[in-house]
């Protein structure tokens, strides 16, 4: 068995949590790769390494002096290899960054920066081999990530190894510029590593125990997700659910690989599971709601829209030609009506509207703002009856009116539309219908 074990920033925060995750790693023979983020914060008032080298990397490109700023850096991984008690000195590293700050090297390098020097420090505590990043993880001329030569090169350099750190985060180009993902892409290395590798499993280590139902500002102590596909992942996941980065389930998911978060701070939880299909049942008929403000709803009416051909696309191609996405789309008889994000529409309404009447020629168009949407999601659902009934009979207990709904046809999931002010309401009355009342 081979594991690719990858720990987020607050799991390498201090010695501390350094010591925590030598702990695992040693606990467990099949832990062979590990992946590193930068240090994230200690507390709630402190600042990610990430962003502090962003910050310091600003005042270098403007020609200022950025000293103090780098050397407060330094001092957060001295402050980890001193107590772990390591002989490692990071001062040539430190004098090679200052030079290419000065000579501007961009700031994906700067930030990336974090995790290389965590990888180091990493592989020097556990005695693993380090391997830079930027020396098996590449990136095409478009800045796309090159899938395809990444895994050529990385698997055949980690065939050779028993044990390796690789640092989250960053690649490089064909001429060696480092490139960075997007934020939180330390998940996205894990992920190509255990690829590479053919782990059995990707293990993905953070601070909560898992994957939660609902979120937890909204839901005191939510119960957590033990068994979860990626289907269902994704629809939570785009409607704002996280704890993982989007771009992380496409290679494991393509091999099959599992992917287990795990909380550094309770290792002997289980965690959740996320697997491609399963016949676990979920414990509750759903696996987990999500949502999010901040929608408009577009009304369209016309007298005998059903009977004309290419209304619809007529509508859309307005918002196409406007460069905006749209949600969701309910119909009528007579009636159709379009959500869309509310802060990208905002600007452009006028245009669309103004478009939609020049290209379909509607008897009227209303526009509702500061809606929002819940996902509620779940492989049971399928075979389950009732379920939206369910949903229907709490939300009317809890007097939230539902302004839409829209099952997809895969009965993976149900969209509710509510208004912004019953947002928390709604997914607490969802919530307690499935969970709580089952508990
Ligand atoms: N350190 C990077 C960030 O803060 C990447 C990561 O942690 O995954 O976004």
Same mark, same amino acid.
């Given at each position: 068995?081979?594991?690719?074990?990858?720990?987020?920033?607050?799991?390498?925060?201090?010695?501390?949590?350094?010591?925590?995750?030598?702990?695992?790693?040693?606990?467990?023979?099949?832990?062979?790769?590990?992946?590193?983020?930068?240090?994230?914060?200690?507390?709630? #008032?402190?600042?990610?390494?990430?962003?502090?080298?962003?910050?310091?990397?600003?005042?270098?490109?403007?020609?200022?002096?950025?000293?103090?700023?780098?050397?407060?850096?330094?001092?957060?991984?001295?402050?980890?290899?001193?107590?772990?008690?390591?002989?490692?000195?990071?001062?040539?590293?430190?004098?090679?960054?200052?030079?290419?700050?000065?000579?501007?090297?961009?700031?994906?390098?700067?930030?990336?920066?974090?995790?290389?020097?965590?990888?180091?420090?990493?592989?020097?505590?556990?005695?693993?081999?380090?391997?830079?990043?930027?020396?098996?993880?590449?990136?095409?001329?478009?800045?796309?990530?090159?899938?395809?030569?990444?895994?050529?090169?990385?698997?055949?350099?980690?065939?050779?190894?028993?044990?390796?750190?690789?640092?989250?985060?960053?690649?490089?180009?064909?001429?060696?510029?480092?490139?960075?993902?997007?934020?939180?892409?330390?998940?996205?290395?894990?992920?190509?590593?255990?690829?590479?590798?053919?782990?059995?499993?990707?293990?993905?280590?953070?601070?909560?125990?898992?994957?939660?139902?609902?979120?937890?500002?909204?839901?005191?102590?939510?119960?957590?997700?033990?068994?979860?596909?990626?289907?269902?992942?994704?629809?939570?996941?785009?409607?704002?659910?996280?704890?993982?980065?989007?771009?992380?389930?496409?290679?494991?998911?393509?091999?099959?690989?599992?992917?287990?978060?795990?909380?550094?701070?309770?290792?002997?939880?289980?965690?959740?599971?996320?697997?491609?299909?399963?016949?676990?049942?979920?414990?509750?008929?759903?696996?987990?709601?999500?949502?999010? #403000?901040?929608?408009?709803?577009?009304?369209?009416?016309?007298?005998?829209?059903?009977?004309?051909?290419?209304?619809?696309?007529?509508?859309?191609?307005?918002?196409?030609?406007?460069?905006?996405?749209?949600?969701?789309?309910?119909?009528?008889?007579?009636?159709?009506?379009?959500?869309?994000?509310?802060?990208?529409?905002?600007?452009?309404?006028?245009?669309?509207?103004?478009?939609?009447?020049?290209?379909?020629?509607?008897?009227?168009?209303?526009?509702?703002?500061?809606?929002?949407?819940?996902?509620?999601?779940?492989?049971?659902?399928?075979?389950?009856?009732?379920?939206?009934?369910?949903?229907?009979?709490?939300?009317?207990?809890?007097?939230?009116?539902?302004?839409?709904?829209?099952?997809?046809?895969?009965?993976?999931?149900?969209?509710?539309?509510?208004?912004?002010?019953?947002?928390?309401?709604?997914?607490?009355?969802?919530?307690?219908?499935?969970?709580?009342?089952?508990?």
């Amino acid at each position: 068995m081979k594991k690719v074990v990858k720990f987020g920033g607050s799991s390498l925060a201090s010695a501390e949590q350094f010591k925590k995750v030598g702990n695992i790693i040693r606990s467990d023979a099949e832990r062979r790769f590990v992946v590193p983020s930068a240090p994230g914060k200690r507390n709630s #008032k402190d600042i990610k390494v990430t962003d502090m080298l962003y910050a310091c990397y600003a005042l270098a490109e403007d020609g200022k002096k950025f000293d103090k700023e780098l050397a407060d850096i330094k001092a957060r991984y001295d402050e980890i290899i001193n107590g772990l008690e390591l002989k490692l000195d990071l001062s040539d590293e430190f004098a090679k960054i200052s030079e290419n700050f000065k000579a501007k090297a961009g700031s994906d390098y700067a930030a990336s920066r974090g995790e290389y020097l965590n990888g180091i420090v990493m592989a020097d505590y556990l005695g693993f081999e380090f391997i830079d990043s930027a020396s098996v993880i590449f990136f095409d001329e478009n800045g796309e990530f090159d899938a395809d030569k990444t895994n050529r090169v990385l698997s055949v350099r980690l065939a050779g190894c028993e044990h390796a750190v690789v640092p989250g985060f960053y690649g490089a180009y064909e001429d060696g510029t480092v490139k960075t993902f997007s934020r939180g892409g330390s998940d996205v290395t894990g992920s190509i590593v255990a690829k590479a590798v053919q782990a059995d499993v990707y293990e993905n280590w953070t601070d909560v125990s898992g994957f939660l139902v609902a979120d937890p500002r909204i839901i005191k102590n939510p119960e957590v997700i033990d068994t979860i596909t990626y289907r269902e992942l994704r629809e939570l996941a785009y409607m704002g659910a996280s704890v993982l980065h989007e771009d992380a389930i496409f290679p494991v998911r393509q091999e099959g690989i599992p992917i287990n978060i795990r909380n550094t701070n309770v290792p002997e939880d289980s965690g959740t599971w996320i697997v491609g299909s399963t016949c676990q049942k979920s414990k509750y008929t759903i696996t987990g709601i999500a949502g999010k #403000k901040g929608f408009c709803a577009v009304n369209i009416e016309k007298d005998m829209m059903n009977s004309e051909v290419g209304f619809g696309r007529r509508v859309l191609q307005s918002f196409e030609e406007n460069g905006i996405n749209f949600e969701h789309m309910p119909s009528g008889i007579d009636t159709m009506t379009v959500f869309v994000h509310q802060d990208e529409f905002m600007d452009k309404e006028q245009k669309v509207v103004a478009g939609i009447h020049r290209l379909a020629d509607p008897d009227s168009i209303d526009i509702e703002a500061d809606f929002a949407l819940i996902a509620v999601v779940g492989r049971g659902m399928k075979s389950t009856r009732g379920t939206a009934g369910r949903i229907f009979s709490a939300l009317a207990h809890a007097n939230v009116n539902v302004k839409m709904i829209d099952q997809g046809s895969s009965e993976l999931n149900i969209i509710i539309g509510v208004s912004n002010d019953d947002f928390e309401m709604a997914i607490k009355a969802i919530y307690d219908i499935f969970v709580i009342s089952q508990l």
